[in-house]
């Protein structure tokens, strides 16, 4: 079931509906990552792989001498660092962040103000976002956006060259475009979810949902270069006369590799 969520940009407001995260609503924007058949043990599939009656999402086959389930490519990485301006090479990285609660959802029955000041992108590589908790009530918050066309605002801005596929998943890649924030969308995932952003896509910081008194861990997984324009591109939302939101670039800190 859905949840209203106010997403506040610097005083104006945007309202949508987080919805619970899943692999067809997010298609656009990247992979959701989770265990396609939760309600098969390795033990049964097993036994009907022996007998030939085998079918599993995502080419899944049985693996390690029958005690296992693998299920094949549930994300893919991608890395376009070789059309980086700087030229040089993205080396696949793994980060650790633990994120403070920063919005308790459960217990209210009226739609939660959540300020959102930053959206980013990482236009050469794919990031995968990994919950490590045990703890089945532990939910994040996905926040995403298309990206417009390209504009006199975002020319500076470094981006594969427009068009191709990200062969991995058959994507077309955004393209250099800032957020189109008229289409923010916004999903409730849980703690047996991870999720890849795709390359370019436009998305919210991590946010861990709940008292400020909780933190989530994630593992984090992307290429990068150490060349801060080409690894994150940011922008900072502010709302002008009226309402009116409007985007200000923000150089991010370049990426320990």
Known sequence: MAKQLAILHHGADIVVDAAPLDREAF???????????????????????????????????????????????????????????????????????????????RSSERPVTFPISVLERH?????????????????????????LPPANADQALPVP?????????????PGRGLPDLSRLRAFIANAKQAVTYSAGTWHAP????????????????????????????EVVLDSAAGGRITARLRAPRPAKI
Request: aromatic share 8%; proline share 8%; net charge negative.
């Open 27 to 105: 298609v656009h924007f990247g992979d959701v990552i989770e265990n396609p058949r939760p309600d098969l043990h390795p033990s049964a599939a097993n036994r009907l792989a022996s007998v030939g009656q085998a079918s599993l999402p995502l080419d899944g086959l049985v693996a390690n001498q029958g005690s296992a389930i693998k299920y094949q490519h549930p994300t893919r990485m991608a890395n376009f660092y070789d059309q980086a301006p700087s030229g040089r090479p993205g080396v696949a990285v793994v980060n650790m962040f633990v994120c403070a609660g920063r919005a308790d959802i």
């Open 123 to 147: 236009p050469f590589t794919t990031q995968t976002f990994i919950p490590l908790t045990a703890d089945p009530f532990k939910q994040y918050l996905v926040v995403v956006a298309p990206t």
């Open 161 to 173: 060259a427009p068009g191709q596929a990200d062969s991995a998943s058959g994507r077309r890649l």
């Open 206 to 233: 991590m946010v861990a949902l709940g008292s400020a008194g909780i933190a989530v861990d994630f593992l984090v997984v992307q290429f990068a270069n150490g060349v801060g324009i080409e690894d994150c591109q």
